[in-house]
């Protein structure tokens, strides 16, 4: 083999090795990027469950699934969902309702025109079953809940989601009850229409 021929050989392996590593630190480079998406992706859908659904919004307090010794005026132990307004400002829930509909097709209760509830008020929706809806008791829902769960949205009149709460199987007496950090728990102090208890 001449001079010229291995120089040549020489270059063309210098070439295919750089070609190699370029291709090698590109493929890590994006594999890093990858990981950097995904890290991001995962901080920001951290963040999103810790913080409210939406500022401004109504939130579900406590609900209560099988009640026999909490009395509720007029309609004695009867489930119940409460709502809190943890703002500084007054809501006005006309056209607000809740619904179990994953899509919010359908309200299963909706608030009468011209609700409001203050800051830092409580409203205490009644879950009479046979009791329907009307002028004269218009925070009856018309239906119970059920004690082995029930998945409750709270939703705006533009069927935005303004809440949502899981709430598991309960014992009877047992309230499923929003926390000081905004989590929930069960607790077996109810208190319908007041600040939340845990002992």
């Not at 829930?93 to 011209?114: C, E, I, Q």
Request: with cysteine; glycine share 8%; charged share 20%.
């Amino acid at each position: 083999m001449d001079n010229n021929s291995e120089v040549l050989s020489e270059e063309l392996s210098l070439e295919h090795e750089f070609q190699k590593e370029r291709i090698g630190f590109t493929r890590g480079r994006a594999l890093l990027l990858v990981a950097a998406v995904i890290v991001l992706a995962a901080a920001l859908l951290v963040i999103a469950l810790l913080l409210p659904k939406a500022s401004g919004q109504p939130v579900f307090s406590e609900v209560m699934t099988s009640n026999h010794g909490t009395k509720l005026d007029p309609y004695g132990a009867v489930d119940w969902i409460e709502i809190y307004n943890l703002n500084d400002k007054a809501i006005d829930l006309s056209g607000y309702g809740f619904t179990n509909d994953v899509k919010h097709h359908a309200f299963r209760y909706r608030f009468p025109d011209g609700t409001t509830l203050g800051p830092g008020e409580y409203l205490v929706l009644y879950c009479t079953g046979g009791t329907e809806q009307s002028d004269n008791d218009p925070f009856c829902t018309g239906f119970n809940l059920s004690a082995s769960g029930e998945v409750l949205f709270l939703v705006t009149p533009k069927k935005v989601e303004a809440d949502e709460v899981t709430v598991p199987p309960l014992e009877t007496d047992t309230a499923y009850a929003r926390t000081d950090t905004g989590g929930f728990a069960v607790t077996e102090f109810p208190t319908p229409g007041e600040a939340n208890r845990f002992e």
